[in-house]
């Protein structure tokens, strides 16, 4: 039933990606292009006051990389066939104007607590977009779902990947793991936002460093094979048995899904972070979306896909982290293997920051208030779920991540299409 399911979503997901994609990109896009140094100087010269553009990206990306990244890559080569790669690029492309869109939306709708500290996202414009009764119940529904998704992608998804790395590399056990993990995580949120952004801003920057070397290193020895990678990518993503079979063949689904998981557009959880952000203007911000994409998807997810199609190692349905380390250890040797396996754990760590950061947000939208007893609250769902997720199975968690986040998808760009006049306005009003 859940496959069924699944596979429905996976079928219009697609669909409503491309157009809602094509949308902002032919009305917000255009007249971005056309003011190309302002839209440098929007991103490079913003003012570092309060929670700065930057730090709002470190945390957005925080969500964002590693396990969508690492394990989500394999995984959908692994399921979806070389192909999945081409469109988890074609979905990161669409996706762009649309994670540009949900910020200027969340900019516009923010709103200031009692100590002035900005808080908003999807859940404020989607009661706005949709208005009265019904706009107030979809924004409690999606308010749920981002709790849901903070306990599975959030949590449980990322002490899964950090734990197949650990005992991969070092035999550790995996409770070991998700108990440190879930200390430490538990220590950082209770802290406050303060100590998350300069966490974030330290571990983001680091560990995007040490993943490219790492992946430049691996195509620079296996440099012979990269073209046969690139075709292969592309036979894969028009083949008529993954590419393009049936309504959408594997390739189509595992790929638009998985790039999905990974930077996230379109779903309304990253315009959180980006929400708390000190910005000259909410299009200024929005610009700030583009580039997340562009560093999560069309960068390091690239170079991971590379990475494995090099190798040589056999595709195999036994986890996305497996298949991943032994890409880069085939290679590299077990050295390569170790440091990327800490890595893992630090980019879980990162993310399960952010996406408490996240159900904290939806905690107090639900609760009308954020304050100190949010983070308590959640405290012990996200030790929980971290728990849990280092020895759950893998592949049942991220089918019901896949079905939580295709549900807020779909409700989050009817929210934008609903307030595109909003959007466009801020464009217009940023080209001026």
């Excluded at 988890?88 to 669409?94: G, I, K």
């Excluded at 393009?244 to 998985?258: D, E, K, N, Q």
């Amino acid at each position: 039933m859940l496959e069924r399911i699944l596979v429905g979503v996976g079928a219009v997901l697609p669909i409503s990606l491309f157009l809602c994609g094509l949308y902002f990109f032919w009305r917000c896009g255009a007249a971005l292009c056309r003011h190309p140094k302002r839209v440098l100087r929007a991103v490079l010269l913003q003012d570092q006051t309060g929670t700065s553009p930057w730090r709002a990206l470190s945390v957005a990306l925080a969500g964002t990389l590693g396990v969508g990244n690492i394990a989500g890559v394999a995984t959908a080569i692994s399921f979806g066939g070389a192909g999945a790669v081409f469109w988890m690029l074609v979905a990161a492309f669409f996706a762009m104007p649309i994670k540009y869109a949900e910020i200027v939306l969340a900019q516009s709708t923010a709103r200031r607590d009692a100590a002035l500290c900005l808080h908003g996202g999807a859940t404020y414009y989607i009661r706005k977009a949709f208005g009265g009764g019904t706009g107030r119940v979809l924004a409690v529904v999606f308010a749920l779902l981002l709790l849901f998704s903070t306990f599975t992608l959030g949590t449980m998804l990322q002490a899964a990947a950090a734990t197949q790395a650990l005992a991969a590399a070092f035999a550790w056990p995996p409770l070991l793991v998700g108990g440190v993990m879930a200390l430490l995580a538990a220590v950082v949120l209770w802290r406050g936002r303060e100590w998350l952004l300069r966490v974030c801003g330290v571990l983001v920057p680091l560990l995007c460093a040490v993943f490219v070397l790492l992946c430049i290193a691996v195509l620079t020895v296996r440099r012979a094979l990269i073209g046969e990678a690139l075709r292969a990518i592309l036979t894969g993503a028009f083949s008529l048995k993954s590419g393009l079979g049936g309504l959408f063949g594997t390739a189509v689904r595992y790929g638009v899904s998985r790039g999905l998981v990974s930077n996230e557009a379109g779903c309304g959880t990253a315009p959180i972070a980006h929400a708390a952000a000190e910005a000259s203007s909410p299009a200024a911000q929005g610009l700030f979306g583009v580039v997340e994409v562009f560093v999560d998807t069309v960068l390091l997810c690239t170079l991971t896909a590379l990475v494995i199609l090099v190798s040589g190692v056999p595709l195999c349905d036994e986890g996305g982290m497996h298949l991943a380390l032994a890409a880069f250890g085939a290679v590299l040797g077990d050295l390569a293997r170790a440091i990327l396996a800490l890595s893992c754990l630090l980019f879980a760590f990162a993310t399960v920051l952010c996406w408490s950061h996240y159900g904290v947000e939806a905690l107090g939208y639900l609760t009308n208030g954020v304050g100190r007893r949010a983070p308590a609250l959640l405290l012990l769902g996200v030790a929980l779920a971290t728990l849990w997720g280092a020895v759950a199975a893998p592949r049942t968690v991220w089918a019901l991540t896949d079905l939580a986040l295709g549900a807020m998808t779909l409700l989050n760009l009817a929210a934008l299409l609903l307030s595109r006049g909003t959007v466009l306005a801020e464009t217009k009003r940023f080209c001026q």
